[in-house]
């Protein structure tokens, strides 16, 4: 397969920026708001316990990918809950009723790896969804390359961006631009386990108001000298986070290419 530089995304970060000195949760995710980004934090007890087990480290890699795919099933039923439904009539074994199905259509965009399984449980419960695939990954100086991408037409459409950590915001910043010459979207949701504020402030720069954003945790309490934000470390890890989402549910690939 011919691979293509379809995106590469940088932006210099720096360390610590004054803006953050004085960051307070409720005050910055109003900011978001007033943007027309809307974020919403997922605390479902059965939520919370999939993150648990997506946060130790003692969870094996098979475990890791079915926790990844039970939250994607969980999740659903919270990025639908306003969800417009049509009414139809059925037949029963005793007679006819009404019933209802969902009116709109979806595009989930897992972003490869780590997306998959979480795609994966959303088309579990939508069977009618369509997917679209979107392959980039963060070099050491966290700029972003987009090399591969299949989409299909976008217009009218629900699109569900789905990459599990939503740390330097990059990766969701590249494939949205990666995915807007494919038409203009009825909406645009991202679906992540783990965000930091570096990450929402960043896609707050580009993805259209209306914007929502589902996540099971905002990690930002942990600052330390060197963190280019609140939960964000120098290498572009969340912290605590779960580590690479990508190598857990996969295997950690080579280092250099063959």
């Not at 932006?11 to 307070?24: L, R």
């Not at 006819?96 to 259509?105: E, I, N, S």
């Amino acid at each position: 397969m011919h691979k293509h530089n379809l995106k590469t995304f940088s932006e210099k970060i720096i360390p610590m920026q004054s803006e953050w000195e004085n960051y307070n949760r409720e005050r910055f995710l109003r900011a978001l708001k007033r943007k027309g980004i809307s974020v919403h934090i997922i605390t479902h007890p059965l939520i919370l316990e999939e993150l648990t087990r997506l946060r130790d480290k003692r969870t094996k890699r098979f475990e890791f990918r079915q926790a990844l795919r039970r939250m994607g099933e969980l999740l659903t039923y919270e990025l639908l809950r306003g969800a417009k439904v049509a009414k139809q009539k059925v037949q029963t074994p005793l007679g006819k009723a009404y019933g209802f199905k969902l009116k709109d259509d979806f595009i989930v965009v897992p972003v490869l790896r780590a997306g998959l399984p979480i795609a994966e449980g959303f088309n579990a419960m939508i069977k009618s969804v369509e997917i679209a695939f979107v392959s980039c990954w963060r070099e050491k100086d966290l700029s972003v390359v987009v090399e591969y991408a299949k989409v299909p037409q976008i217009d009218g459409k629900h699109v569900i961006i789905i990459d599990p950590m939503l740390a330097t915001g990059h990766s969701l910043y590249a494939v949205y631009e990666a995915l807007r010459p494919y038409g203009k979207a009825k909406s645009w949701k991202v679906l992540a386990v783990i965000a930091s504020p570096v990450g929402l402030k960043e896609i707050s720069k580009v993805f259209p108001k209306g914007t929502e954003v589902f996540i099971c945790a905002l990690d930002d309490e942990v600052t330390k000298k060197g963190f280019i934000g609140p939960g964000l470390n120098s290498h572009g890890y969340i912290v605590p986070g779960l580590g690479d989402a990508g190598d857990r549910a996969y295997g950690e690939p080579v280092k250099s290419r063959p």
